[in-house]
């Protein structure tokens, strides 16, 4: 079938005189398909993080066989971020994340990059089916560079356990690990995703008496261009995306792709 969206966000950064800097953000989406009602969906999240100043310069790079690379700095940041979301089959699911570790920026080839590496906490809450909620940690790290105004390179990893919060959670303690990488060159976005989840009990018996695993990988190539209508720039876009999920457990394999168009202002 098909589908309408509408996404609403905010966003502010504050550099202090000191060098730090403070980021707030808040998004609301709203998706729903006169094809199912089950496909409505209504989230909304609200976080923060802060970046301190250089606590650490590792020094000049050139006088070690590496011109490339000039003056790489170091600091810490701290996030927080919550996230509520229901949809039309009834699922009600709440999050709260924090993250906590070290920031970099440093020049390579010319390019400004950035990169993050940190540990990550959340509290998951499935209101509508409880026995499913779960405690994550892991790890996290990001890298972005870029080389130019309309260039973004972009790649980050992330890797955790999902503990249960009852005992009874079918398949028990599930390892996660994903990966992203997106790039942005001109009007022209592409991006790959993928991650992997494996329990480590039996998730049913009825099912199989293998633990359950689930690697998923999802795609998107999106074109972007400045419109005008009524006086008024307007960022169109268009794109076609896909995804591919594969278990060993059949209930939980399943493929969705197909085109989209998106028209959206920023003030």
Not at 184 to 190: D, F, R, S, T
Request: proline residues 3%; contains cysteine.
């Amino acid at each position: 079938g098909n589908y309408s969206r509408a996404d609403a966000g905010w966003s502010y950064a504050k550099p202090t005189e000191e060098g730090h800097l403070w980021q707030w953000w808040a998004q609301a989406r709203d998706r729903a398909s006169p094809a199912s009602a089950e496909a409505a969906l209504r989230q909304a999240s609200v976080g923060a993080e802060f970046k301190s100043r250089t606590l650490l310069g590792l020094g000049d790079k050139s006088q070690s066989g590496l011109p490339q690379i000039a003056q790489p700095q170091m600091g810490v940041y701290a996030l927080a971020q919550a996230v509520a979301m229901q949809g039309g089959s009834g699922i009600n699911f709440k999050a709260q994340t924090i993250g906590l570790g070290l920031h970099g920026q440093f020049v390579l080839l010319a390019t400004k990059c950035e990169t993050k590496l940190g540990g990550e906490w959340q509290e998951r809450n499935l209101a509508s089916n409880a026995i499913l909620s779960g405690q994550y940690a892991g790890l996290a790290a990001q890298w972005v560079c870029q080389p130019a105004a309309n260039t973004v390179w972009l790649a980050s990893v992330s890797s955790g356990k999902d503990k249960p919060v009852n005992p009874l959670r079918a398949g028990s303690v599930q390892n996660e690990t994903a990966a992203r990488v997106m790039a942005k060159v001109g009007a022209l976005q592409a991006e790959l995703e993928a991650d992997y989840k494996k329990d480590s009990r039996i998730y049913s018996v009825l099912l199989s008496e293998r633990s359950r695993k689930i690697a998923r990988v999802g795609a998107r190539l999106e074109w972007q261009n400045t419109v005008a209508l009524q006086g008024s720039n307007y960022q169109a876009q268009m794109g076609y995306q896909w995804s591919l999920q594969k278990s060993n457990l059949q209930l939980f394999a399943q493929q969705n792709h197909g085109p989209y168009i998106g028209l959206s202002k920023a003030w």
